[in-house]
């Protein structure tokens, strides 16, 4: 009779402990931070280009073929997008900084054309991030922070109202429809605001720096991570320029 209380005991430890081990757990809390003051003193700016060393790659065409409605539309994969020798998408964030408030108004990402729109974007931590469905098919958005799952959410349909989410954490936020594999997107999210995505002509500016000396941080999607020191003066304007190549 003992003995099979016992095994009985045991076999119940070995399922909690395993239940334990299966059951998602929320990352551990940040230490409280002091509140975000606007700086309100004399300003600098940076600016520049991100450059593309060697023959840009030829835009693949992306297989959209398994669902009827995004087939419709002929898409290029907008993962390394050269134009004049000048890379787009480039996410630049000042790295350093003192922390700023979240603007009031929101960061819409939209699921158009079975594609994420914008492909890079911005946002503070504090504020609010907006996802909508703008196609009238099923998609989905599921947001990672690094290998961490955020959050995912349904999304039917353009009558479907959209998702709306705080940015937390400071980092790089990445968006998947897992039911279309080829729809990604990014969020790179900062404490200070002082940020910037090159568009097609691979050129960035960032406004209202306060002066110092920080690090300015230049990632893509595919070619990885690069980082400068600079100094930033009041009245004037560092300029930088970054250099991707083909991996």
Known sequence: MKAGIAIGLLVAAVVAG?????????????????????WTGPVGSIEGEVDFAGSAPEPGRLHREADPFCARTEMTDPEVLVSNGRLANVWLHVIGAPDAPPPDAP???????????????????GQAIVARNSDPVLHNVHAYLDAATLFNRGLPNDQAPPVQVTAAEAGLVRWKCDVHPWMRGYVGVSRNG?????????????????????????????LGTQSQPLAVEAGKSARLTFTFAAK
């Open 18 to 38: 395993a239940i334990w081990l299966m059951t998602p757990r929320a990352r551990p809390a940040a230490p409280p931070r002091p509140p975000a003051v606007a």
């Open 107 to 125: 960061v819409t990402v939209d699921q158009r054309d079975c594609m994420f729109v914008p492909r890079v974007t911005t946002a503070v931590v």
């Open 194 to 222: 002082l940020q910037a995505v090159t568009g097609g002509d691979g050129a960035f500016r960032i406004a209202n720096v306060p002066p110092g000396k920080y690090a300015l941080e230049a990632w893509h999607e595919r």
